[in-house]
């Protein structure tokens, strides 16, 4: 006999709590084999393949393309093992009595066998698949409810069975006995169903799989109990809850309709008398229905004029995957750091200068070993000197632990830069920083912010940031006061580099300019800490000769 084991999804670590069905990888009746990726699923880090720890058929799926997933919810069940019972009989054929027989016989031997039996059968899997996650014990099966199956026959009465055996009774006598008790015995039926709904309403489970499905009948108030559904064995899907929808909105409709349609009335002559208004009656007894009366008295809607514009109705956008866990994680870090940002213009000519001397270096020379390497980009020049300014001031590579009330300051500078990709802003980290040239920097600023374009980015190319860069002049802004990235300390914000009028060596020219913004933890430091690496990287930026002293 098969075993049905049901595949929950496991936590995929770093502290996430449910992740979103992208695609499913295989079908209901699919065999899978041990850890082959059945389903896509996007977490609040990345796209994750998730494998099966358990090999066979994929009896079910439970949730659709789109539906939030938590940890520790089924995801499919796979029968392991040899075929279940009734598997091999053509559809529609019915065991007869001697199967039946041949069955009872066998669950007497096998309950006479009972204790030569183990009690509990092994368990297949791979073992720990993802983080958290095993595979030594088998869940209990589950089975789906079958709201189409008949109820019982309800139990013949003695007065039914005294008229089917007395067949000496004239033919009208009969046919009135068959009659009644044919009534009987639908009234028993009817009973019977009333009685299994009651049950199945209390204790009974509901056919539905996706969670999208019950919180879509939650939000407007449907009893799913009371609805058949249109999939595999009653299975109640979306389209029968949106269908149940459109039916109770049409005939809400239809009621409202009736009650704001005045009576008819015809326009007076303007030369005809006046005729009195009828006296009033008088209000109804106390318990009597008043409903026609509010409904003639009660003012027509309001219908808007032809040719004038309806205002837009409002949508509601869910706060899922990436752009709910930064809701999160930027809500907390303005709750929990107090923050300050001060900022300073810096002439920025120089450091263009140098990166376009390392370009024209490597045209000129390609055969130079100085030259090999990509082209050096302005956020890995930024970079190398945010770490250079770091080192100098490790106040601002930090974080604080309030539960120790300690200042953790960080050995290491596991820098972390801003990518807007079509998924949200994500904050990919380059891990020792501090060990890196301008080549090296460049090199994996390109590698990081390519995965997170293809949603490619791991959970720990996400984590562990000791300090952000924040190049927001790509969008086109001079300033900016960023959210510091909680846990971390401080943030520094590169707005965009143009042409201004500047004085240099006491003459006004035009120079490139670029303003920069630290948002920094008062609790680590003061601002004269903040201030003072603000201005060592203002300085780098305009004298990059100043980078040789500490290179």
Request: proline share 9%; aromatic share 4%.
């Given at each position: 006999m098969a075993q049905v084991l049901e595949f929950k999804l496991p936590d995929l670590g770093e502290g996430l709590t449910g992740a979103?069905?992208?695609?499913?990888?295989?079908?209901?009746?699919?065999?899978?084999?041990?850890?082959?990726?059945?389903?896509?699923?996007e977490t609040a880090k990345a796209m994750v393949d998730v494998p099966c720890p358990y090999g066979g058929v994929v009896t079910a799926r439970f949730g659709e393309e789109g539906a939030e997933v938590p940890v520790g919810a089924p995801l499919i069940t796979v029968a392991v093992g040899g075929p279940a019972d009734g598997e091999g009989r053509p559809e529609g054929e019915t065991p007869s009595a001697a199967d039946g027989s041949r069955a009872d016989?066998?669950?007497?031997?096998?309950?006479?066998?009972?204790?030569?039996?183990?009690?509990?059968?092994?368990?297949?899997?791979?073992?720990n698949v993802l983080v958290g996650y095993g595979t030594s014990e088998a869940p209990?099966?589950?089975?789906?409810?079958?709201?189409?199956?008949?109820a019982p026959s309800a139990p013949a009465t003695p007065a039914a069975s005294a008229t089917s055996t007395a067949s000496a009774m004239p033919t009208a006598s009969a046919t009135a006995t068959a009659n009644g008790r044919a009534a009987a015995e639908g009234e028993a039926a009817a009973a019977a169903r009333r009685a299994r709904t009651d049950a199945g309403a209390v204790d009974g489970p509901v056919p539905v799989i996706s969670p999208l499905v019950r919180r879509l009948a939650r939000q407007h108030g449907?009893?799913?109990?009371?609805?058949?559904?249109?999939g595999p064995e009653g299975l109640i899907l979306r389209a029968d809850v949106e269908y149940a929808l459109r039916a109770a909105g049409t005939q809400s409709g239809?009621?409202?309709?009736?009650?704001?349609?005045p009576p008819p009335t015809?326009?007076?002559h303007p030369h005809a008398p006046q005729i009195p208004a009828p006296p009033q009656t008088p209000a109804p007894a106390q318990g009597q229905a008043q409903a026609p009366a509010q409904a003639q008295t009660q003012a027509p809607a309001y219908t808007p004029a032809v040719g004038v514009p309806t205002a837009p109705e409002s949508t509601r956008v869910p706060l899922k995957g990436i752009r709910g866990v930064m809701a999160d994680k930027l809500s907390r870090s303005r709750t929990e750091i107090p923050d300050a940002t001060c900022w300073v213009d810096a002439d920025a000519t120089e450091l263009m200068r140098a990166r376009d001397a390392m370009r024209r270096f490597a045209e000129d020379r390609p055969q130079s070993p100085a030259a090999g390497g990509p082209k050096i980009s302005v956020l890995a020049l930024l970079a190398r000197i945010c770490t250079a300014a770091l080192a100098r001031f490790p106040e601002l590579n930090s974080s604080v632990d309030m539960t120790a009330r300690e200042v953790v300051q960080h050995g290491a500078v596991h820098l972390g830069?801003?990518?807007?990709?079509?998924r949200g802003l994500v904050v990919p980290v380059v891990r020792d920083a501090h060990t890196r040239n301008a080549e090296s920097l460049t090199a994996e600023f390109a590698r990081l912010t390519e995965a997170a374009r293809t949603g490619t980015l791991s959970p720990a190319e996400l984590t562990g940031g000791t300090f952000t860069l924040n190049n927001y002049g790509v969008f086109g802004v001079d300033g900016s006061t960023p959210i510091i990235n909680h846990p971390e300390a401080a943030m520094l914000g590169v707005g965009r580099i143009v042409p201004k009028p500047w004085v240099h060596e006491g003459e006004l020219a035009v120079r490139q300019v670029v303003q920069l913004s630290l948002t920094f933890d008062h609790r680590v430091c003061d601002g004269g800490t903040a201030g003072g690496f603000l201005r060592y990287v203002a300085d780098c930026v305009e004298q990059p000769a100043v980078l040789l002293r500490t290179l």
């Amino acid at each position: 006999m098969a075993q049905v084991l049901e595949f929950k999804l496991p936590d995929l670590g770093e502290g996430l709590t449910g992740a979103e069905i992208v695609r499913w990888l295989v079908e209901v009746g699919e065999v899978v084999a041990v850890d082959q990726p059945v389903v896509e699923v996007e977490t609040a880090k990345a796209m994750v393949d998730v494998p099966c720890p358990y090999g066979g058929v994929v009896t079910a799926r439970f949730g659709e393309e789109g539906a939030e997933v938590p940890v520790g919810a089924p995801l499919i069940t796979v029968a392991v093992g040899g075929p279940a019972d009734g598997e091999g009989r053509p559809e529609g054929e019915t065991p007869s009595a001697a199967d039946g027989s041949r069955a009872d016989d066998s669950r007497a031997d096998g309950s006479r066998a009972a204790g030569s039996r183990p009690k509990d059968p092994p368990s297949t899997g791979s073992g720990n698949v993802l983080v958290g996650y095993g595979t030594s014990e088998a869940p209990a099966r589950r089975r789906r409810v079958r709201p189409g199956r008949p109820a019982p026959s309800a139990p013949a009465t003695p007065a039914a069975s005294a008229t089917s055996t007395a067949s000496a009774m004239p033919t009208a006598s009969a046919t009135a006995t068959a009659n009644g008790r044919a009534a009987a015995e639908g009234e028993a039926a009817a009973a019977a169903r009333r009685a299994r709904t009651d049950a199945g309403a209390v204790d009974g489970p509901v056919p539905v799989i996706s969670p999208l499905v019950r919180r879509l009948a939650r939000q407007h108030g449907l009893d799913l109990r009371e609805m058949s559904g249109s999939g595999p064995e009653g299975l109640i899907l979306r389209a029968d809850v949106e269908y149940a929808l459109r039916a109770a909105g049409t005939q809400s409709g239809k009621d409202k309709d009736k009650e704001r349609t005045p009576p008819p009335t015809t326009e007076p002559h303007p030369h005809a008398p006046q005729i009195p208004a009828p006296p009033q009656t008088p209000a109804p007894a106390q318990g009597q229905a008043q409903a026609p009366a509010q409904a003639q008295t009660q003012a027509p809607a309001y219908t808007p004029a032809v040719g004038v514009p309806t205002a837009p109705e409002s949508t509601r956008v869910p706060l899922k995957g990436i752009r709910g866990v930064m809701a999160d994680k930027l809500s907390r870090s303005r709750t929990e750091i107090p923050d300050a940002t001060c900022w300073v213009d810096a002439d920025a000519t120089e450091l263009m200068r140098a990166r376009d001397a390392m370009r024209r270096f490597a045209e000129d020379r390609p055969q130079s070993p100085a030259a090999g390497g990509p082209k050096i980009s302005v956020l890995a020049l930024l970079a190398r000197i945010c770490t250079a300014a770091l080192a100098r001031f490790p106040e601002l590579n930090s974080s604080v632990d309030m539960t120790a009330r300690e200042v953790v300051q960080h050995g290491a500078v596991h820098l972390g830069f801003a990518a807007q990709t079509e998924r949200g802003l994500v904050v990919p980290v380059v891990r020792d920083a501090h060990t890196r040239n301008a080549e090296s920097l460049t090199a994996e600023f390109a590698r990081l912010t390519e995965a997170a374009r293809t949603g490619t980015l791991s959970p720990a190319e996400l984590t562990g940031g000791t300090f952000t860069l924040n190049n927001y002049g790509v969008f086109g802004v001079d300033g900016s006061t960023p959210i510091i990235n909680h846990p971390e300390a401080a943030m520094l914000g590169v707005g965009r580099i143009v042409p201004k009028p500047w004085v240099h060596e006491g003459e006004l020219a035009v120079r490139q300019v670029v303003q920069l913004s630290l948002t920094f933890d008062h609790r680590v430091c003061d601002g004269g800490t903040a201030g003072g690496f603000l201005r060592y990287v203002a300085d780098c930026v305009e004298q990059p000769a100043v980078l040789l002293r500490t290179l």
